[in-house]
């Protein structure tokens, strides 16, 4: 078993491991928690005659920190300049982390500074409209097939503990799929019950089909700012009802489209588990968001993990919303500073 180690610089954080796509650290290689500070520095312009913006200085920032087509609005109201960073997720090869608390700096005459009176930012985590998707063909045994119920019903319960606002849909597949509409978390029994009673057991395995049908689901029934597909599948794309779901490719350049949207974060995150047909990680690894993971477990004891370390991953999207006074910036930008305490999940 790997152990991951750490080196410390200042406030940033340089790791000595490889991705997690190489490393598959989520199958349990990673042996502990750690708490760590990251940095994300901004500069703030507001020029006479134009509009507010503000601008990530990328190599100032922490590599952790991930805007992802991060949506910038600015509005000035009631005297205030309110700007609006959309999506921000801290991920790097060890995993995600939560932000547990931040303080502000701005630099002035010279010297780093705080001042509540010209400035305020506030960080929330955004509202999430989630899809399991689950292989139920039957490659997947009887036994494992309970335990991946059981799987899946454990990491619905710690999505809800980790944001009370989601929701989230089931869906299932082997020739056919079914899914679920979109749960709270008072609706849990009928997300259990779905999990327990309507997965279509037994079939081949129409992963691409299903895949596309629940991006569908997130696409035309949610409003959510954030939407995720978390799939798991132990086998092979067998079947499909179209030429166009005979290949990955259509599914692959739908989540690249999907990606690029500026407006929402989607994300997709998938469980292969090695069963009895095997799995063919380099496509799997190919239909995540470059946000989302990939992780491979060789026994439902590593699924049950992976599941639920991405139930921390997966609602670990911010919002960051910049406010300050309407006076004009003149020649240079204000430079802006966050120092973020973080949590590794």
Known sequence: MTTVRFIFAIS?????????????????????????????R????????????????REETSPAIQTNNSVFRDSVLNNDVRIEIGNIRIKDGAGAYRIMEFEQWEYREGKWVTDSETEDTTITAKTLDLVLLLDASRSLNDSNFKLLQTNAIGFVMRIFEESDSARIAVAGFSDNITHSKFYEEKDIAQIMSFINQRLPRGGRTILYEAMDSSLTLLERFSQADGRALVTFTDGRNNKWTEERFSTSEHIRNRIKQLERNTTVFYSSFIIGFLGDDGIDETILNSLTTKDGLFAVAK?????AFIFQRFASIVPAIYRFIYTRNTSHTYGE????????????L
């Open 12 to 40: 940033i954080l340089v790791f000595t491991v490889p991705s997690c796509q190489e490393m598959n650290i989520l199958s349990g290689e990673v042996e502990a928690f750690y708490e760590v500070n990251m940095v994300m």
């Open 42 to 57: 901004l500069n703030y312009h507001f020029p006479v005659g134009g509009n507010p913006e503000i601008r990530l200085i």
């Open 333 to 344: 930008p204000i430079r802006l500073k966050y120092t973020f305490r973080v949590w590794l």
């Open 299 to 303: 026994t439902q004891s590593d699924a």
